[in-house]
C-alpha cells in the first residue's frame, strides 16, 4: 500500500484576520469591482462600484446597476457576463 504524504497545516487566526483586512488586498477587491463594472457598460451606463468598508471582519465591495444599468443588466444579465473581468 503507499504511503501518504504527512504533513500538518496550520492556521494562524490572527494572521488570517490581519490579510483579510488589508489595504492592499481591499485595493484588489475594489480594482476587480471596477474591472467587472468597466465590463458590464461602465459608469455612463449606471453601474457603480462601492468599497463596503463596514464588511467586517472582511475586504468587501459590490456593484450595482443604478438607473438605465438595472433594466440593460435585467435584460441582457451584464453583471453575470462580466464576472470573468474580474479574474487575473
Known amino acids: 500500500m503507499a504511503k501518504k504524504n504527512q504533513f500538518k497545516l496550520k492556521f ?3 494572521q488570517l484576520e490581519d490579510l483579510r483586512q488589508d489595504r492592499r488586498v481591499r485595493a484588489d477587491v475594489v480594482k476587480r469591482a471596477e474591472r467587472i463594472a468597466e465590463a458590464a457598460g461602465g ?3 449606471g453601474y457603480k462600484v462601492t468599497d463596503l468598508v463596514l464588511e467586517d471582519p472582511r475586504s468587501a ?3 450595482m446597476a443604478t438607473g ?3 433594466f440593460h443588466n435585467r435584460k441582457h444579465a451584464a453583471l ?3 464576472l470573468g ?3 487575473d
Open 12 to 14: 494562524n487566526p490572527k
Open 85 to 87: 473581468a474580474g479574474r
Open 80 to 82: 453575470i457576463r462580466s
Open 68 to 70: 438605465e444599468a438595472h
Open 61 to 63: 465591495a459590490s456593484v
Open 43 to 45: 459608469e455612463e451606463m
